[in-house]
């Protein structure tokens, strides 16, 4: 075991209730496809509806959480991953907690004593996935966490630090706060855009922007990079907005940025040491996947594992689609016991 985890994520724990629905409930929703939003007021009986009429599976989720639980697989030694967020003092941050450390991430939640554990309606439709998030507790998260003294030992500790943009919704300062250590001890910071919504909102990517100087990579899926480039007036060519993103501005010097674009299928697209590069994912016939919830989130925590133990960006690429191949093979974030792809 791992005695101080070398990794720490940081998110919104949420309990995925993952289901097969009709265009229809999409319709009635306002929901679209392939996106991810908060939910308001009218989505509030979505949830009820779905559980009341349709077959659900209750699976952990947290785009955050899942990549920490993805590079805990793939890593393999107990501890090496810490992850935290707010949970409620209830079954589902319970029913997390247990699922999270039985992949062996060291789980170091807030609790809030009032709000419900937070939960994500994952609405599938032809493999492809609507995400609607019911923050709860997750919206509770406070810098004050970070300042306990067992958060601040395994900050100390920690070489590695990943998070994505759900989380400044919830808790900008805490971001920012371990933004500022990653850069004044020249340790990695690691960030995912996470959803079109955190760029297009004005309120949101006044945070994005200000995280962004002091992100070392950044992931996105093709979607996400397209809508920052057109707000960052970058144009909508996917390598012209990698090698943009990666020369902008930067706090920590000694680190270059490096960018990673996932297109599904497609290749991914990387921007590092001034050149652009492509690496194929793993192909898979369309009847072995099962659904894409959290195949971004997977490719992420696999190329985090590798990244973590100093490895090249190819083979980062590789053990992130390869981890992606195993998940979207499963429902949810769910993956086999035993890895088949050698880290060294
Ligand atoms: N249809 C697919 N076939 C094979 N691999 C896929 C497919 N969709 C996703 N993947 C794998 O998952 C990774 C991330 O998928 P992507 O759709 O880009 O992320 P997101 O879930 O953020 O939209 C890809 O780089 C690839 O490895
Ligand atoms: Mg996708």
């Not at 079109?196 to 309120?203: G, R, S």
Request: hydrophobic share 40%; glycine share 8%.
């Amino acid at each position: 075991m791992s005695t101080t985890p070398k990794i720490l994520c940081i998110g919104n724990p949420l309990l995925d209730i993952s289901t097969h629905v009709e265009m229809t409930i999409f319709e009635k929703y306002g929901l679209q496809l392939n996106n991810a939003i908060l939910a308001d007021e009218k989505h509030l009986p979505l949830y009820k509806e779905i559980i009341e009429t349709g077959t659900v599976e209750y699976i952990p989720g947290g785009a955050a959480q899942n990549s920490a639980r993805v590079c805990q697989w793939m890593l393999n030694t107990p501890h090496t991953v810490c992850y935290t967020g707010c949970v409620g003092k209830d079954a589902n941050g319970k029913i997390l907690a247990d699922a999270t450390a039985a992949n062996g991430v060291l789980v170091r939640y807030q609790e809030d004593p009032v709000e419900p554990t937070g939960a994500c309606a994952v609405l599938i439709n032809k493999k492809e996935r609507s995400l609607c998030t019911s923050l709860g507790a997750a919206n509770k998260f406070n810098i004050s966490h970070l300042q306990t003294d067992v958060m601040q030992s395994i900050i100390k500790g920690a070489d590695f630090f990943y998070m994505v943009g759900y989380f400044l919704t919830v808790s900008p300062d805490s971001a920012m706060y371990l933004a500022k250590h990653a850069a004044e001890q020249n340790k990695a910071f690691i960030y995912g855009l996470a959803a079109p919504f955190l760029i297009q909102v004005p309120f949101f990517f006044e945070r994005v922007s200000a995280l962004l100087p002091y992100c070392d990579i950044v992931f996105s899926n093709e979607s996400e990079a397209e809508v920052l480039g057109t707000k960052m007036g970058w144009g909508t060519d996917l390598k012209v907005i990698a090698e943009k993103l990666a020369q902008w501005e930067k706090v920590n010097s000694k680190r270059s940025r490096i960018v990673v674009f996932t297109q599904g299928a497609d290749s991914t697209i990387v921007y590092d040491q001034g050149k652009i590069s492509t690496y194929q994912p793993i192909k898979l016939d369309s009847d072995k996947i099962v659904d894409l919830n959290a195949a971004g989130d997977s490719f992420s925590g696999g190329f985090l594992a590798a990244y973590s133990l100093g490895k090249s960006i190819e083979k980062c690429c590789e053990a992130g689609h390869y981890a992606a191949m195993e998940i979207i093979q499963q429902n949810g974030c769910s993956f086999p016991s035993k890895r088949s792809f050698d880290l060294e």
